[in-house]
């Protein structure tokens, strides 16, 4: 049976890539989708294992061949996932973790039919500024760009399969792998190992 994707997605400060991290500990059988970037690394983060880092010229030219199955330029660099990432892991059997914006999610569902899809909401727009200026790394203008496009794109959470308000962190990573247990508890995922254990008992 191969692996199914589980793409998180969600306005910058909703902790989502912290429930996806907690998920990678706590959930045999997950792996993490390793995204491209043309930017370059920032403090320890490592080829290969945060990003495969690569120019802009080879980004570009990954681009044009379809390497990708979704990219997206966000502040002048370009991230994207490649089928090739994805398509090792799932054919071994193991569940991919994505963590992709709206547009990526809804690549991803076209090309993966079966993909789940899973929105971060904050409790609060008010709260999301909150934490947005508590990391202490961005700007007003950031914190303010950033709302803004929070507000504009959390309409998209009702077209997703679940939804996660992350008002609590343990509550939200204990929802995420409810989810993630459920999915592997569908009947269809479930058939090859029926088969198994009852062989002919079942007409699958």
Known sequence: M???????????????????SALREKVDGLWYSISHTSRRPRGMEKKGIDYHFVDRKTFEDMI???????????YDDYYGTSFASINEQTDSGLDVL?????????NLKDHFADTV????????????????????????????????????EIKNCLWYNYIIINDELERSIEE?????SAERCRTIRRKPTIK????NSFAL
Do not use: C, H
């Open 196 to 199: 198994k254990l009852f062989g």
């Open 2 to 20: 191969s692996g199914q994707l589980f793409v998180f997605s969600g306005p910058s400060g909703t902790g989502k890539s912290t429930i996806v």
């Open 176 to 180: 995420a792998q409810a989810i993630v």
């Open 117 to 152: 899809l899973i929105y971060v909401l904050p409790p609060s727009l008010e709260i999301l500024e909150s934490r947005l200026k508590a990391r202490g790394t961005n700007s007003d203008s950031v914190v303010r760009m950033r709302l803004e496009k929070a507000s504009r």
């Open 64 to 74: 044009d061949s379809g390497a990708f199955v979704e990219w997206a330029k966000v």
């Open 98 to 106: 994505l963590d992709v914006d709206v547009q990526g999610a809804r």
